[in-house]
């Protein structure tokens, strides 16, 4: 099993910056790809921003790019998710989700693990 936590999320003004962190441990992989999704009340689960082992990131191509940056440390499973410039619409439950596979896809459904989430609540 793998167990994956995520922390950092909060309450912040519009224009602030969070830090996510997701820790996953258990029987993980060590090239395993890493992701970030969210979700806010009443909409689906939506891709926010994936990295591979390797470092080959890729980012929902709308509205976090250049404002959201994913980084990993691999000797400690973890990987970040730094927010920057936040909007009210970045409101939503953050999850962090861990392939059992190397590449980096953007659909819930690669997923294999999910952490329980952190709430991001970005004020106007």
């Known amino acids: 099993q793998v167990q994956v936590v995520e922390s950092g999320g909060g309450l912040v003004q519009a224009g602030g910056s969070l830090r996510l962190s997701c820790a996953a441990s258990g029987r993980t992989l060590s090239t395993t790809a890493m992701g970030w999704f969210r979700q806010a009340p009443g909409k689906e689960r939506e891709f926010v921003a994936a990295?591979?082992?390797?470092?080959?990131?890729?980012y929902d191509g709308g509205s976090v790019k250049g404002r959201f940056n994913i980084s990993r440390d691999n000797a400690k499973n973890t990987v970040y998710l730094q927010m920057n410039s936040l909007k009210p619409e970045d409101t939503a439950v953050y999850y962090c989700a861990v392939r059992t596979a190397y590449t980096v896809y953007t659909s819930p459904s690669a997923y294999a693990y999910w952490g329980q989430g952190t709430q991001v609540t970005v004020s106007s």
């Open positions: 990295s591979s082992w390797s470092g080959c990131v890729t």
